[in-house]
Nanobody, 120 residues
Framework: QVQLVESGGGLVQPGGSLRLSCAAA????????MGWFRQPPGKQRDLVAF???????DYANSVKGRFTISKDNANNTFYLQMNSLKPEDTAVYYC??????????????WGQGTQVTVSS
């Protein structure tokens, strides 16, 4: 497994923005695909966005046009830029590294989770 360290969560007003980061502790490892998940209180953990090593991206319908996933290969870090945030985006966000087979396949390595709260 790979250690993943998340940062960037917090409290933001509706319409605001946040950027989440996920850094892999091992700089020499490359990943086939990287994803962001979120888990609202009392609900299941769902895929929000993923990006492959070739730059293929996809998003959950609920965040399309508002969230952008990106990666920095040099630093083995990937990001989730979240704009136009809504109260329903409130959740604990988790990063993950996995595989790509015409869909994102989660791996065993997860970040520690970061709380995002959207509230006025």
């Amino acid at each position: 497994q790979v250690q993943l360290v998340e940062s960037g969560g917090g409290l933001v007003q509706p319409g605001g923005s946040l950027r989440l980061s996920c850094a892999a502790a091992e700089s020499r490892v490359s990943f086939e695909a990287m994803g962001w998940f979120r888990q609202p209180p009392g609900k299941q953990r769902d895929l929000v966005a993923f990006i492959t090593s070739r730059g293929i991206t996809d998003y959950a319908n609920s965040v399309k046009g508002r969230f952008t996933i990106s990666k920095d290969n040099a630093n083995n870090t990937f990001y989730l830029q979240m704009n136009s945030l809504k109260p329903e985006d409130t959740a604990v966000y988790y990063c993950n590294v996995g595989l790509y087979g015409h869909r994102y396949i989660p791996g065993a390595s997860w970040g520690q989770g970061t709380q995002v709260t959207v509230s006025s």
